[in-house]
């Protein structure tokens, strides 16, 4: 029987909630409205002690996700880490707190507080969904709770 390799130190050392995130959509689910029914995103948040943020958002466009991500950041504060796939969205928004730190038209306190943030952005193997399966895990779950209550 092989030697089962160490824990990741992610996974291991302590940390605070959302210190270290996965994240992923859910959906589309649709919704009704006054007129008509409208489609909808679910962005889960993961941490890697398992805790859970939901935010909905109106479409998958990068301004979309960003004012999730700065949703999260008010509620539960800024991440170290954030995992996640190699969708588009998520590839041009970590381009996008890359380029705050270039802008100049963008306040003093704005960019000293982005150069201090220092978020890391982990994309997993393109093609290897497996390597997200922590928070893979979690999207499962949310779909089988919303099918169950939802219908």
């Known amino acids: 029987m092989p030697n089962m390799p160490p ?3 992610l996974r291991v050392s302590e940390s605070t909630p959302f210190y ?3 994240l992923d959509y859910l959906g589309p689910l649709f919704i009704k409205t006054e007129k008509d029914p409208r489609k909808v ?3 889960l948040f993961i941490c890697l002690t398992r805790a859970v943020h939901v935010e909905m958002v109106e479409d998958m466009t990068t301004e979309e996700f960003l004012l999730a991500f700065c949703s999260i ?3 539960r504060g800024k991440p170290e880490i954030v995992i996640s796939d190699n969708a588009l969205h998520f590839k041009v928004a970590n381009k996008a707190l890359e380029n ?3 802008t100049v038209l963008i306040s003093e306190d704005v960019q000293n507080y982005a150069s201090n943030a220092k978020i890391k952005w982990k994309f997993i193997v393109q093609l290897s ?3 997200g399966g922590y928070y893979k895990r979690f999207v499962g779950l949310a779909k089988r709770i919303i099918r169950k209550t939802i219908g």
């Open 129 to 131: 969904p497996w390597m």
């Open 7 to 9: 824990s990741p130190n």
């Open 41 to 43: 995103w679910i962005c």
């Open 20 to 22: 270290r995130t996965g």
């Open 100 to 102: 705050v730190l270039k």
């Open 73 to 75: 950041i008010a509620q």
